[in-house]
């Protein structure tokens, strides 16, 4: 088994603009790794033995791994550590602080493969969606020991930081090798968290893929008959984002009364040329992320933070808060763009809507006869800066991105939220490119 490592410049960094470091976290040279048969990270024996190396690789690799997906069958296929308790960028338990932040693979589908999404095929809200394929992340907070318990093994996957990138290929994608390059922007979803956008918001105040301990190649929803799956070059890379926040997480303790809550911001532009910038932002209202983890731990059954989390009615959506010029109007509302020049910067407000009626009151749960409780008193927010001019958005349009269900106006709200209002063309979910490292703010507020 191969247990090299190696963080740093690299082939691919060399000849791609804007990369900095790549961590090869499988090349399938010599080998397909696995965790569970002697290497550090790698799949799981029971892929490891329906993988096998093809005499033909992409992006000028000599070799690649082919995974036999078939009917009835679980065609998921995980990459971990070989205990619960590693990062996969580091190999230990060691949080790398600036680290990657895109995650990369190329991928080769047959020419009929079940994975691409046809003319015609089901994507509207409350419809079947076409077969797709997940890239799905666990996350692990440093000091955490309920992950993997006494034995580093156990069922705690994550610190209930688990992301979900969900997506189609178009059929630009049939029969040749393709790069899907995903960026913080592209995991919408946060177990746990819904109608929320989540996005860096998936491990609140630590970095996205320095965190990541392990990786699910999620089929959705139905393989009819056996094909295979070929992959190669599974990397971390770095790449220089397109905006930045001065401070890119913020956290406090404020009262139910409270108002308008005001966080001023910086937004940089550290590019060497003029950008016009879009921003999506969404919030969460419910029970806070440790007491639903808490809970996991001590049960050892994941569906009780579920539980939890829709006893307090936790729920998100847009229009909680709102990004405003430093002397104007509400960015979104206005739809007008964030001018930054080269090097410069811009200065605004983020406003949160605090309302007493955001702030629940103590529920109780009942999980094979132990109690657990749980209180809405956590409003978390996704702020999420894009470049929707940048040409490396069209790098990706063998792929189809749906809306995601936080713009979706037709839905019940979380107490306090207003009514939502989608976001004009060009601001909107489905708008947000998933291959862009764009700039990340995260608030957590406590209510009391």
Do not use: C
């Not at 082939?11 to 900095?20: C, M, N, P, T, Y």
């Not at 998936?202 to 139905?222: A, G, Y």
């Not at 108002?259 to 879009?278: L, M, Q, S, W």
């Not at 929707?388 to 958005?393: I, L, S, V």
Request: overall charge neutral.
């Amino acid at each position: 088994m191969n247990h090299n490592f190696s963080w740093g410049a690299s082939r691919e960094a060399s000849k791609s603009k804007g990369v900095s470091y790549v961590s090869s976290l499988a090349s399938f040279e010599s080998e397909i790794p696995s965790s569970d048969l002697g290497d550090p990270i790698g799949f799981r024996q029971s892929d490891f033995y329906r993988g096998k190396l093809a005499e033909s690789g992409a992006d000028g690799s000599k070799k690649s791994a082919t995974f036999r997906l078939e009917p009835g069958k679980d065609n998921d296929l995980f990459f971990q550590g070989s205990v619960r308790r590693r990062y996969l960028v580091t190999r230990n338990e060691r949080y790398l602080k600036i680290g990657p932040n895109v995650f990369s693979m190329w991928i080769h589908l047959p020419e009929e493969s079940q994975l691409i999404a046809r003319d015609g095929d089901a994507t509207a809200e409350g419809k079947p969606l076409p077969n797709s394929l997940g890239i799905w992340t666990y996350h692990w907070r440093s000091g955490d020991m309920g992950v993997g318990g006494k034995s580093n093994k156990s069922l705690a996957t994550d610190s209930n930081m688990h992301g979900y990138a969900d997506f189609s290929f178009t059929e630009k994608a049939a029969g040749r090798w393709v790069k899907v390059t995903l960026s913080p922007s592209a995991f919408r979803i946060s177990r746990n968290y819904y109608h929320f956008f989540a996005a860096q918001a998936v491990t609140d105040d630590l970095e996205l893929f320095p965190s990541l301990r392990q990786l699910q190649f999620h089929v959705h929803p139905k393989i009819e008959k056996p094909e295979l799956l070929q992959i190669d070059e599974i990397k971390l890379e770095r790449r220089e984002p397109t905006a930045r926040f001065a401070r890119e997480f913020h956290s406090a303790v404020v009262k139910k009364d409270a108002g308008d809550v005001v966080v001023p911001v910086t937004i940089r532009n550290p590019t060497d040329r003029e950008r016009r910038y879009r921003v999506y932002i969404s919030s969460f209202l419910g029970a806070v992320r440790e007491t639903l983890h808490k809970a996991l731990v001590e049960s050892d059954d994941l569906s009780i933070m579920r539980q939890l989390q829709q006893e307090v009615k936790g729920d998100g959506g847009l229009g909680a808060v709102e990004l405003l010029f430093e002397n104007g109007p509400p960015v979104i509302a206005s739809a007008r763009d964030i001018i930054i020049p080269a090097g410069g910067s811009w200065k605004g407000k983020l406003v949160h809507h605090v309302k007493p009626e955001m702030l629940g009151v103590k529920v109780m749960a009942v999980k094979e006869g132990r109690l657990f409780s749980a209180k809405r008193d956590t409003l978390t927010t996704s702020v999420i800066v894009w470049d929707p001019y940048d040409p490396a958005n069209g790098e990706m349009d063998f792929v189809k991105v749906n809306p995601h269900n936080s713009d979706d106006e037709n839905r019940s709200l979380p107490p306090g939220f207003p009514k939502p209002k989608r976001p004009a063309e060009g601001w909107r979910s489905e708008d947000i490119p998933l291959n862009q490292v764009g700039g990340y703010f995260v608030s957590v507020l406590t209510l009391e």
